[in-house]
Nanobody
């Protein structure tokens, strides 16, 4: 059974930090890219960051660039999202998702055009002002 389980969400003050985890099971982790999406109240889901477990390449959307860091521990089948300098506008449910990467090139802004094969159920991040 394929599973993506997010954890690490919570309530934090603006300027604080959180580290989200996405633990994967049931598929060939090394062959996939893992993405973090978020959905704020009343807004559409948006991609935040992505990492290829094939070559370690990463991509960040502008709103989080320089503040968030994505990393992967292939031995633990887990991807992390370290979120620093959090802002109230980062408040959202954060989802991790997996897409088979195969022979695709390094991660770039094109990652969001690929459909995600698997999704987690999300973890809520609330940043107070």
């Amino acid at each position: 059974e394929v599973q993506l389980v997010e954890s690490g969400g919570g309530l934090v003050q603006a300027g604080g930090s959180l580290r989200l985890s996405c633990e994967a099971s049931g598929f060939a982790f090394d062959e996939y890219a893992i993405a973090w999406y978020r959905q704020a109240p009343g807004k559409e889901r948006e991609g935040v960051s992505c990492i290829s477990n094939k070559d370690g390449s990463t991509y960040y959307e502008d709103p989080v660039k320089g503040r968030f860091t994505i990393s992967s521990d292939n031995a633990k089948n887990t991807v992390y999202l370290q979120m620093n300098s959090l802002k109230p506008e980062d408040t959202a449910v954060y989802f991790c998702a997996a897409t088979y990467w195969g022979r695709r090139p390094r991660i770039s802004s094109d990652v969001w055009v690929y459909g995600m094969d698997y999704w987690g159920k999300g973890t809520l991040v609330t940043v107070s002002s």
